[in-house]
């Protein structure tokens, strides 16, 4: 039977740990000195990952961040989110560049709130270039916003319309029934009744749509 040494896994496992701590910490020092925006945030993104912070007696990549590279906590977090959606994690470079160019961070910073699949059609569409300012992107990304957002709107109107029709054509069969009936409490009651469990329906499809 092979025998493990445990105690010899761990040791390696922990020895190889503080050699990614200190090969990203040092990476996102010098990638900060050389205004390498990019590389920089893909190293904090992977000591975030890897929980490598806690090699170096820090709670958090933002502990750490802020120690070791002098900005804000806000900074950190958005250099990582930048970095898990739009890095290339082997070119250091966004996943849009080509051989004509590539974005800033300052212009990923704008495209944050769309999802990869939505700035790549920007971006494809020619909405989106990389000569395009920071506010310029800013106006597009809430432009598209707000288009999609009105399209979900009507969207939802279009499927409930025809409920809407439906209880309303109900509703106006219910008065008619209930001029026909007249004084028959009997019937008025089964009227009522029927009434009262299509209105509970209707709301709360109503509830369910809002």
């Known amino acids: 039977m092979i ?19 200190k090969r990203f910490t040092a990476g996102a020092k010098e990638y900060q000195n050389k205004k390498d925006i990019h590389r920089m945030a893909l190293c904090l993104y992977v000591i975030q990952n890897e929980k490598l912070y806690l090699e ?19 900074t950190i977090s958005g250099y990582i989110s930048i970095a ?13 560049a080509t051989d004509k160019g590539d974005f800033g961070y300052l212009q990923l910073l704008e495209m944050k709130k769309l999802k990869v699949e939505e700035a790549k059609e920007l971006v494809s569409k020619g909405i989106i270039t990389f000569n395009s300012t920071s506010s310029e992107i800013k106006q597009a990304v ?6 999609i957002k009105a399209e979900e709107a009507q969207a939802k109107e279009d499927s409930i319309k025809p ?35 299509v209105v509970v329906l209707y709301n709360e499809n109503d509830r369910l749509w809002n």
């Open 142 to 147: 809430s432009n598209y916003l707000s288009h």
């Open 56 to 74: 170096g007696g820090y709670t958090s990549v933002y502990d750490l961040g802020t120690k070791l590279l002098g900005v804000s906590k806000g």
């Open 84 to 96: 898990k959606k739009f890095l290339d994690t082997n070119t250091g470079k966004t996943i849009f």
């Open 3 to 21: 025998q493990v040494d445990a105690k010899h896994i761990n040791n390696t496992v922990s020895a190889e740990r503080e050699k990614r701590y």
């Open 163 to 197: 409920i809407k029709t439906a209880y309303e054509g109900f509703h106006e069969a219910y008065n008619e029934l209930c001029k026909r009936v007249g004084d028959d409490d009997t019937n008025k009651n089964l009227l009522q009744s029927i009434m009262d469990s």
